[in-house]
């Protein structure tokens, strides 16, 4: 390779990154899309910020559900969220739950995704034998986070609609 191709290329790299990397508050604003709207600043239920910090974190839940995977249990109980940060969506997917049968859809699908992930760990711990300890603590986790949500389904109050906005 040339020494005039290494400048062009240089150049070419240069011009990307003051165009697509520029750190000016007003373009950042355009390009991030994980920046917060007036949504992500209504009030969500309360078992949503307790739900978030152990269903988002794998080494409490036991699985990873990436933003593709809240997407789609999102649109498979015909629910339809913008891709952004995990905590954003999953507080999107509960904003305004107001029935028990809503949650159960949605915990319904969730589990089917830990499922999925738990015959991965099984799969994975048959494969190899020396690291199926691990899967299983990952699995016995992944259950037990299941079991939140039963826990959760049976603790949730449900909202009625009221003739008076201000009677709670």
Known sequence: MEQHDLSDLKAEFDKFVSDKCSVNTEDSMTQNRDVGDKE?????????????????????????????????????????????????????????TTKKEYLKDAFTEIDKHINGRILIYKELGEAFPASKEIFDEHTKKAK????MFS??????????????????
């Open 40 to 96: 992500d600043e209504e009030a969500v239920p309360q078992f949503v910020d307790a739900l978030t910090s152990k269903l988002l974190a794998p080494a409490q839940s036991g699985v990873y559900l990436s933003r593709l995977d809240i997407k789609r249990i999102a649109e498979a109980i015909d629910e339809s969220i913008p891709i952004k940060e995990r905590t954003k969506m999953v507080k999107s997917l509960f904003r305004h």
């Open 144 to 147: 037990k986070t299941m079991k």
């Open 151 to 168: 826990t959760i389904i049976e603790d949730f109050e449900e909202i009625e609609p009221t003739s008076d906005p201000m009677f709670v």
